[in-house]
């Protein structure tokens, strides 16, 4: 198989990642430089960074959701020594985080070793709406709402539009339901700040149809078997 796609089937990172790593120089296979193109199995050794790839395809694939707790990285591991998702699940596989949630936003996250679901989920034509809760300071005008619906322009580009509900107003504090089908970095934070507005609490309710429920911040579960179904029909 074609070592980009070998790599991203066990979920080491997209096959575009991949590429990359190999146009650095950092990626070799039974000692040798890794070129753009070969062809590699789950015989060879392969190194990113000096650090052993584990290359069973085939390994059961384990599936989790996770409720992220605040100043916890949405990361594999951390050369700061920071605590990651991936420690807060007790686990002998190798798992990765499927996308990412700010450091310091809570919430849904979803966790497995399967490279293909990984990639499903997280390539831009797959739009999943995630649905977030978020409170800011100020109360947000109807017409910045609008705004924010139809997407606003921020220093990446345009946003795409927004599904915006129970917007409720205490004490100059607004409350709201925020879904969006993009990945960019910080991106409900930077559209709310865009406005002038601070945000004092983000958490994910939702990735498409998966929901939080009543899994205490922290805590974890596997998916259900109806669950991983769901994902891979989206």
């Known amino acids: 198989m074609r070592i980009n796609k070998f790599l991203s089937t066990l979920g080491v990172a997209s096959r575009r990642a991949i590429d990359k790593y190999i146009k650095e120089g950092k ?18 050794t392969i190194l990113i960074d000096g650090k052993k790839i ?11 959701m996770l409720n992220k707790p605040l100043e916890v990285l949405s990361a594999s591991s951390d050369d700061r020594g920071r605590k990651t998702v991936v420690d807060l699940i007790k686990t002998d596989k190798r798992i ?28 831009p034509k797959s739009e999943i709406f995630k649905k977030y809760y978020i ?38 504090k607004t409350s709201m339901y925020i879904s969006i089908r993009e990945g960019r970095n910080r991106q409900i934070r930077r559209m709310i700040e865009k406005f002038g507005y601070k945000v004092l609490m983000l958490r994910r309710e939702k990735i498409g149809e998966l929901s939080l429920g009543n899994l205490a911040e922290g805590k974890y579960r596997e998916l259900t078997k109806e669950e991983i179904e769901y994902l891979y029909s989206i």
């Open 135 to 172: 409170k800011i300071f100020g109360e947000i005008k109807r017409e910045e709402i609008e705004e924010l619906k139809k997407g606003i322009l921020l220093d990446d580009g345009k946003t795409l539009t927004a599904k915006i509900s129970g917007i409720k107003y205490d004490k100059n």
């Open 54 to 64: 584990e290359t069973n395809i085939n390994e059961k694939k384990v599936y989790f």
């Open 96 to 123: 990765f985080p499927i996308g990412r949630l700010d450091y310091m936003t809570s919430g849904l996250i979803l966790l497995t070793n399967d490279g293909e679901l990984f990639n499903k989920i997280v390539h």
């Open 27 to 44: 990626i070799t296979v039974n000692g040798n430089i890794a070129t753009t193109g070969m062809d590699i199995n789950e015989n060879d």
